[in-house]
């Protein structure tokens, strides 16, 4: 029979080395949840903050693990491009008019005209619009039952095979 080591017993460690973080410090400021919030409102997207931060993306989400203002500031900034997009996909779904100005050129002179333009409805945009707020009516997805008649189950259909005869049966000729 071996006899095993005892472990040492466990101290605590010293107040100084329980208070040091481990690791590298983080690079994160408060202020930088505003910035966020305005570059994500903008369009920005995670990869475009760590460039702008002068990070790496993965310290982005970090960040946003880390810092509920931070988080809550690109939410709030996604968001707002979100619903900009959403909106602009619908108008080019359904169609819209918009107000120009038309520049010629007559008798050596540059002449500007107001004029009213109107973009039609786009059918691609219809369709993903569609797709994606109207799931069961418009997916591409057809969902197909297998069952039979008020949702029994299909029974098996047994099909016997027969040989088929190999001799010629000339007896039988066809009648004129």
Known sequence: MTK???AAPKTKKSSATAKKPMGRPSGYKPE???????????????????????????????????????????KVGKAHADDKV???????????TYDSEKVFQFQ?????AQ???HVPPDTTACIFW??????????DKLDHEHTGKDGEK???????????STTNDHSASPSA
């Open 4 to 6: 095993r080591k005892q």
């Open 32 to 74: 930088y949840a505003r910035v966020a919030a305005k570059l994500c409102k903008l369009g920005a997207t995670d990869p475009d903050l760590a460039e702008a931060f002068g990070v790496n993306t993965t310290t982005i989400w970090r960040w946003t693990s880390a810092h509920e203002d931070f988080c809550n500031a690109l």
């Open 86 to 96: 959403e909106r602009s996909l619908f108008q080019k779904a359904v169609g819209y």
């Open 108 to 112: 050596g002179e540059v002449v500007r």
């Open 115 to 117: 004029t009213r333009e």
């Open 130 to 139: 569609l797709k994606n707020r109207r799931r069961d009516d418009w997916r």
């Open 154 to 164: 299909l029974a098996p259909t047994i099909i016997q095979l027969v040989p088929v």
